[in-house]
């Protein structure tokens, strides 16, 4: 894929808040950082570092997801998650992903995107809702 290459990666940074924790998803009881949350930042990371090295009318969407979350983060602390390449073949990008609060890991595993032309895709969408 054009610009994308095994060992790019992008970091994002996210303070806790309440929206994000178990409790108020329902994944769980506890006001920390839900599992659920934890990953769609860890597929936003992906996303971002694909939709900067991808021409106009292509973007990425995620077909796998294998994590693990180890550390429970409370609300109001910052969590840094990380999406690194870690080979691309065809249309599709395979990453490493890690969640960091401090020194501390908070989550890591794989997370695999693949590449669309945005206009095919939701044309092929239309024509799948017709059918059902």
Excluded at 31 to 39: K, R
């Amino acid at each position: 894929m054009v610009g994308l290459s095994k060992g790019l990666y992008k970091e994002i940074k996210t303070v806790v808040t309440r929206e994000m924790t178990a409790k108020h998803i329902g994944s769980g009881s506890a006001e920390v950082l839900s599992t659920p949350t934890m990953i769609l930042l860890m597929e936003e990371a992906a996303r971002r570092l694909a939709d900067e090295h991808l021409p106009p009318g292509k973007t990425t969407v995620g077909v796998a997801v294998n994590v693990r979350h180890v550390k429970a983060v409370p609300v109001g602390e910052e969590v840094v998650v990380r999406a690194e390449v870690m080979a691309v073949e065809g249309r599709r990008i395979m990453y490493w992903v890690e969640a960091r609060w401090g020194s501390k890991l908070v989550g890591y595993g794989y997370h695999e995107r693949a590449v669309i032309d945005v206009e095919e895709f939701s044309r092929k969408l239309e024509e799948e809702k017709k059918k059902t």
